[in-house]
Antibody, heavy 121, light 107 residues
Framework: EVQLVETGGGLIQPGGSLRLSCAAS????????MTWVRQAPGRGLEWVSV???????YYAASVKGRFTVSRDDSNNTLYLQMNSLRAEDTAVYYC???????????????WGQGTLVTVSS | DIQMTQSPSSLSASVGDRVTITCRAS??????LNWYQQKPGKAPKLLIY???SLQTGVPSGFSGSGSGTDFTLTISSLQPEDFATYYC?????????FGGGTKVEIK
């Protein structure tokens, strides 16, 4: 069974840093496209970042330059390093495998349970 | 960026009703459109990918259609467990974007 488990969330002051982890079982993070999606309290879903199996990364404009996605193949874990955090980064952060087919066909499945990041003084 | 607009933002329906949710893209996205269901406090769950392909394990009462800019998610007969929020998402181009969601509530 494929499972993704996020950890690392918590309360952090504005300007601070936090690293989220997404531990995978039943799939190899290095052989998959892996995505981070966030959801602010009471709001919709927002795509944050993707890392391709080859290592290419992309980011939403709202986090570019502040967040870095990476992975540790030996631990089969995906990471999201978040720096210069702002109140508007407060959200539940989900990791998900990005399945892909031909062209631009790709979709998120499965998802982890999420970890809450609260940026507040 | 491609904007995804869902309508309605919420609806009230009864068990057994046929429900249709629409999603419109700000430009053509071919069939690169996915649908997710999210229940309170839970992670989203994939229902439909590539506009009309039913994810394994998803009940056949769910269906998706459309291409280009206009898409629909249909629930043929609403079940108690279907009361949730539904999101569309385009994978045509980065940044990947979601619709604002449609909350399906019990009438």
């Amino acid at each position: 069974e494929v499972q993704l488990v996020e950890t690392g969330g918590g309360l952090i002051q504005p300007g601070g840093s936090l690293r989220l982890s997404c531990a995978a079982s039943g799939l190899s993070v290095s052989n998959n496209y892996m995505t981070w999606v966030r959801q602010a309290p009471g709001r919709g879903l927002e795509w944050v970042s993707v890392i391709y199996s080859g290592g290419t990364t992309y980011y939403a404009a709202s986090v570019k330059g502040r967040f870095t996605v990476s992975r540790d193949d030996s631990n089969n874990t995906l990471y999201l390093q978040m720096n210069s955090l702002r109140a508007e980064d407060t959200a539940v952060y989900y990791c998900a495998r990005t399945n892909y087919a031909s062209g631009s066909n790709n979709w998120f499945d499965p998802w982890g349970q999420g970890t809450l990041v609260t940026v507040s003084s | 960026d491609i904007q995804m607009t869902q309508s309605p933002s919420s609806l009230s329906a009864s068990v057994g009703d046929r429900v249709t949710i629409t999603c419109r893209a700000s430009q053509s996205i071919s069939s690169y459109l996915n649908w997710y269901q999210q229940k309170p406090g839970k992670a989203p769950k994939l229902l439909i990918y590539a506009a009309s392909s039913l994810q394994t394990g998803v009940p056949s009462g769910f269906s998706g259609s459309g291409s280009g800019t206009d898409f629909t998610l249909t629930i043929s007969s609403l079940q108690p467990e279907d009361f949730a929020t539904y999101y569309c998402q385009q994978s045509y181009s980065i940044p990947l974007t979601f619709g604002g969601g449609t909350k399906v509530e019990i009438k």
